[in-house]
């Protein structure tokens, strides 16, 4: 499985604190059946002002320290950016980090807020062919409901590769994101699912309940489809596969 969105790198973000952390975390996720991660970490200014240079020495460093240890793991560039005008900048003008070796960035706003001028800046970053994976859809206000779950069908229609969390799906139909993750996932609306695991804690959540309650939701097929097919596509540079649903 290759997963998106972890935060694996040390004392950048809310991720592992130091070296012995991130390293387990590493383990931790090849032991569960994860062969490559993004390392993405916050690009959270003025919180975490997280830039390209300094996140690429940190996995060059976790690849060797992997390597040393015999731990099967690849890490794979990338970042989550946070919305707003500083950061989108930065990433019209080259100066984010996108998803391997192409053009996919990770993005997260803040789920009650929303972000401003949300379509007129996605259309921005679609101008400039940056294919944009939104973070944990399910936890965002304005994709509650009939009508955002509507709005959320559009922009995927357009183009947007809605990521869910593994370990929201692990939780009970009743809560409000387990809910809606798997509402979205049944419905055809999400392109990639990742464990944004931050730390060992966060990795059982995600791949033993969390995946089980994907497979229980479409099969292997999505499993492969979100974990494998996607994610291998989006570190390429090229866009979704995409996927119709059974019916419901
Ligand atoms: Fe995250």
Known sequence: MIDLHTHILPGIDDGPTDWDDSLALARALSQAGVTAVAAT???????WDNRAEALTGLRVELSQRLDEEGVRLQIHPGAEHWW?????DRLVAGGGQTYG???AALLEFHPI???RLFEQRLDRLWEHGIIIVLAHVE????????????RLARLVDKGL????NLGSLGRGFGWSRGGAAKRMV??????LACGDCHRVKDVEPAYDRGLKALEKLGGTGVVERLL???PSRLLDGIEVDPWSPPQF
């Not at 936890?139 to 509507?150: Q, V």
């Open 186 to 191: 049944q419905a055809g609306l999400i392109g």
């Open 161 to 164: 590769v809605a990521q869910v």
């Open 113 to 115: 807020e929303g972000p």
């Open 228 to 230: 494998w097919r996607n």
């Open 139 to 150: 936890r965002y206000k304005i994709f509650e409901g009939r009508d955002g779950f509507r």
């Open 41 to 47: 970490s916050h690009m959270k200014p003025p919180t």
């Open 101 to 103: 070796t192409g053009t």
């Open 84 to 88: 707003c005008g500083a950061v989108l």
